[in-house]
């Protein structure tokens, strides 16, 4: 159990509140400051006391709505959260309904200080506080049943939304307004025995798939109301430019069009509906100020400077051991690798939006967000309203991946800008393109890494430099994570690795250029490049030292016995060492993030590609995963589906690439994704597990690449060190 959830922690119940005929149980958000700074309107009030928020409400109808504190984005919490509380209330599960919190401190991150979403946090860091809020629930609901019946609490029980005493049944729909008026229990609920659940541990389907399947469901791009007027900004077309000057009459002109205005970001064209604001935008003339980057922002130019840092040494320390130069004189064999990544977009299927209605003494904002309280600061800040005027209604969120948790708050800024200037409601759209080549991006890395391995071919000496962007620095959370020069989502997956771990003799430095790229996290942030790196020089070290690369990472993994748990599940159910059919090989990698280990292996073919050349086709894909915990099996399964779909799409096709400043990208079309048939077969097996809980939302996508990247060099014996892969032939 994570220290922040001990059972002092208990002590956070505030109130019982009526509600509409219905109970409240609300908290008080425990005292995590880790990012306080960050979000210091959501930190003071928290201090002075602002008012509690209910995390459930029980409705005299008997429904148990249960508030998200965290964004549904296809993660599953809608469902997981859900989970907890019904599982300690013992609510009728048929009667659960859920709906995102409004952006309050209550609902700040038990780990963060901040309402947000990220960091495959949300299971594990809710586990105790919404299965106490079901507890404390049941508890008010039984004291209000044993005063109505007369009998003492320790002779009632409670089932499937009701409490029972003998032959007698009372539904909690009847007691929620008699228990609301209770005081809170004097002490703290005992959360049940694992032996009790009932809902806990069970595969359970999502509770939000019927609405997104008939339509109901309602993301950014879907609010609408009488008045709304839509906004598409034209921006610079390089990182850092600013507009000179331009002329809108031919935006004006266009039918639909009711106002040109311009905005920190750019020029924004306000109209009745997208189609007549892109139609406005299209015919704006715009004199840009491109900045300092038209002229020398280009890949080329990229590489080499990075290869230039990795090559002249002096950069900050991440791991060291020992005298890492002078084991590698000694090694009886040395590897010497580089490997290369690209700057990825999100790409999540449903583009940025943000809807705006400014008031006189209100403001409201309907986006699909991964950051409440940055957005509601930010948002105060330009409309000169406290933060608590500010109101944010999430709304599902179709793919996030990170883009939608910006600490500059990019989009929602910009779209509370549009509003302001416009004067009226305004939902302001990215088309796909402007998506993709509107920045924030996974960074570019290049890594040089020499081993050296010992007569029995392990690894005694290991030096590895790093070369990419950080994506804290700058940001209102660097203080926090960047020690000594290093950025810990750089690093993470390769400074602390295992395999490094064991090592006497190891040393790895950090560069982190800046290059006026705009970088942020993307699905498993530094592990995304950092595993396909470390478990890639794994498999070329397996090789050199001709042992089989399973068998080779056992010999490692001894003393790291969830690493190694996973690894052998992995082995045994994707049948490693048996045969495959004729042109096929398997792949393998393991790694561990975000609290959880896995380990996947690859069935890949090589098929001849139009134009000449190999296409890298994935068959089968086995994936075996320990993260503690699975309160949703079902959920775990599908997160570990969808990361690897994600990974493969990143592996075999995705990528950005920089010309004069300007990002040559654009839309699906050239910014490959994966594709429906050309998703593989996909098992996941879920570990019995008693360890600490770890996240399902990342660490599925980490590992694939390099799964991928060793299959295809044990078929081809072609080792491919750079994203995105490709086979010659």
């Known amino acids: 159990m994570n220290t922040l959830d001990a059972p002092s922690r208990r002590r956070f119940l505030k109130s019982g509140a009526l509600i509409g005929g219905g109970l409240v149980v609300g908290f008080v958000v425990p005292g995590a400051k880790r990012f306080a700074a960050a979000a210091p309107a959501a930190a003071a009030a928290a201090s002075a006391g602002f008012a509690p928020n209910a995390f459930l409400r029980v409705g005299s109808d008997d429904t148990v709505t249960v508030l998200l504190s965290h964004s549904e984005m296809g993660q599953g919490i809608w469902t997981g959260l859900a989970m907890l509380i019904a599982e300690e209330l013992d609510a009728d599960w048929s009667k659960i309904k859920v709906e995102h919190a409004p952006a309050a401190p209550a609902y700040a991150h038990t780990l963060f200080g901040m309402q947000m979403t990220g960091g495959s946090t949300s299971t594990w860091t809710e586990f105790e506080r919404y299965r106490m809020a079901g507890a404390t629930a049941r508890a008010l609901l039984l004291a209000a049943a044993s005063k109505r019946l007369g009998v003492p609490v320790e002779?009632?029980?409670t089932e499937n939304g009701a409490v029972i005493a003998g032959s007698r049944r009372l539904r909690y729909g009847e007691l929620a307004a008699a228990a609301a008026a209770l005081p809170p229990p004097a002490t703290p609920p005992t959360l049940k025995d694992a032996k009790d659940w009932k809902i806990i541990g069970k595969p359970t389907r999502r509770l939000d798939g019927p609405e997104k399947i008939d339509g109901r469901a309602k993301f950014g791009m879907d609010v609408q109301f009488e008045g709304l007027l839509t906004a598409l900004v034209a921006r610079a077309p390089v990182f850092g430019g600013t507009v000179k000057s331009f002329d809108d009459r031919a935006a004006r002109a266009v039918a639909g069009v009711r106002d040109v205005v311009q905005v920190p970001s750019g020029v924004a064209v306000v109209a009745d509906h997208y189609w007549a604001a892109k139609q406005g935008r299209d015919a704006l003339k715009i004199d840009w100020d491109t900045g300092p980057h038209a002229a020398g922002l280009d890949d080329a130019k990229l590489r080499a400077e990075f290869a230039r840092l990795a090559a002249a040494?002096?950069?900050?320390?991440?791991s060291k051991a020992g005298d890492a130069d002078a084991a590698l004189k000694r090694a009886a064999?040395?590897?010497?690798a580089e490997y290369h990544v690209p700057y990825l977009a999100h790409a999540p299927m449903e583009p940025l939006n943000c809807t705006v209605?400014?008031?006189?003494?209100?403001?409201?904002?309907?986006?699909?967000t991964q950051f409440q309280t940055m957005d509601q600061g930010v948002a105060a800040k330009i409309t000169g309203l406290a933060p608590e005027q500010v109101q944010i209604h999430t709304t599902f969120l179709g793919g996030g991946f990170g883009r939608r948790a910006t600490p500059s708050s990019d989009f929602v800024s910009e779209a509370v800008h549009v509003a302001k200037a416009a004067g009226k409601p305004v939902k302001t759209v990215w088309s796909r393109e402007d998506d993709v080549r509107g920045g924030?991006?996974?960074p570019m890395y290049l890594q040089r890494a020499r081993i050296g391995l010992d007569a029995q071919g392990r690894p005694v000496a290991w030096k590895h430099v790093m070369v990419g962007q950080s994506i804290i620095t700058g940001s209102p959370f660097e203080k926090a994570l960047v020690k000594n020069g290093i950025?810990?989502?750089?690093?993470?997956?390769?400074?602390d690795s295992p395999y490094l771990r064991d090592i006497g003799d190891r040393f790895v430095e950090l560069h982190s250029p800046q290059t006026g790229i705009p970088v942020l996290w993307w699905r498993s942030v530094g592990h995304s490049y950092n595993a396909f790196v470390m478990e890639s020089l794994i498999d070329e070290a397996a090789h050199a030292a001709g042992r089989d690369p399973v068998e080779y990472r056992r010999s490692l993994l001894g003393a790291h016995p969830r690493h190694l748990a996973a690894l052998n599940l992995v082995a045994e159910k994707a049948g490693w060492g048996g045969k495959l059919p004729a042109g096929r090989a398997?792949?393998?990698?393991v790694h561990e993030s975000f609290g959880s280990y896995i380990a996947q292996v690859a069935e890949v073919s090589l098929l001849d590609a139009p134009g000449g050349g190999k296409r890298i086709r994935v068959h089968r894909f086995v994936c075996a995963i320990d993260c503690g915990l699975a309160v949703n099996p079902d959920g775990v399964r599908a997160q570990m589906e969808s990361g690897i779909n994600f990974g493969l799409g990143a592996a075999l096709y995705s990528e950005l690439t920089f010309k004069d400043g300007r990002v040559q990208q654009s839309n699906y079309h050239d910014y490959r994704v994966l594709r429906l048939d050309e998703a593989p077969a996909?098992?996941?097996?879920?570990?019995?597990?008693?360890?600490?809980?770890?996240g399902a939302g990342e660490p599925g996508t980490a590992p694939v690449a390099a799964a991928v990247a060793n299959a295809v060099f044990a078929l081809s014996g072609q080792r491919l060190r750079e994203l995105p892969l490709r086979a010659k032939a």
């Open 333 to 336: 064999k040395v590897i010497e």
């Open 155 to 157: 002779q009632l029980r």
């Open 487 to 495: 950025d810990s989502t750089s690093v993470e997956g390769v400074a």
């Open 682 to 694: 996909i098992e996941v097996h879920i570990l019995a597990s008693a360890e600490k809980m770890g």
């Open 313 to 318: 040494g002096g950069g900050a320390v991440a």
């Open 357 to 368: 209605k400014i008031d006189a003494d209100r403001c409201e904002i309907w986006t699909g």
């Open 586 to 589: 398997r792949g393998v990698a």
């Open 440 to 442: 924030y991006y996974r």
